[in-house]
């Protein structure tokens, strides 16, 4: 009996590892603005706009672009909707061992001088995401900010 429950509870385990990695990305689901999302209450998305989004002294295209290039650098980081030149783009991001994916949109708006960069970061699966999104959003706006010393 012992032998059943736990290849039982193994099975499991495995497809509902299976389903994680597998889950389709729903672009249209996940592509969202940054300015206009209402976050949920859970521990496991991380919202940068308005006074927490970071100026860049350049316009949105470019700042995007540079932006894009950090994104992209990250492991297992894909653009999944929207396009540079639309100032709006969403990529995904998976972990390392089971692929969790994190959806991560970015818009870039016109300000005087340059432009902001506002990103929304969440989880789509689990309650509490030990605080990567925050972390992500941070290290990718500090290293764009720390190219011009703004903000």
């Known amino acids: ?29 996940w592509h969202v603005d940054p300015a206009t999302a209402t976050p949920g209450t859970g521990p496991n998305e991380y919202l940068a706009t308005g006074p927490d989004a970071v100026f ?24 999944i909707a929207g396009s540079i030149a639309a100032g709006h783009v969403t990529y995904v991001q998976r972990s390392a061992i089971i692929g969790f994916p994190d959806y991560i949109s970015v818009r870039a708006r016109t300000t005087e001088g340059g432009s902001s960069l506002s990103i929304y970061s969440r989880s789509r699966f689990g309650y509490s995401d030990l605080g990567v999104n925050k972390a992500r959003t941070k290290r990718w706006l500090n290293k ?3 190219n011009f010393g703004a903000n």
């Open 56 to 79: 860049i002294p350049l316009p949105p295209q470019q700042a995007l672009s540079r932006l894009d290039t950090i994104a992209q650098a990250d492991p297992r980081t894909t653009m």
């Open 144 to 146: 764009i900010d720390s």
């Open 1 to 29: 009996m012992l032998k059943w429950s736990v290849s039982g509870i193994l099975i499991l385990a495995v497809a509902g590892i299976a389903y994680i990695r597998l889950a389709g990305e729903e672009p249209a689901h």
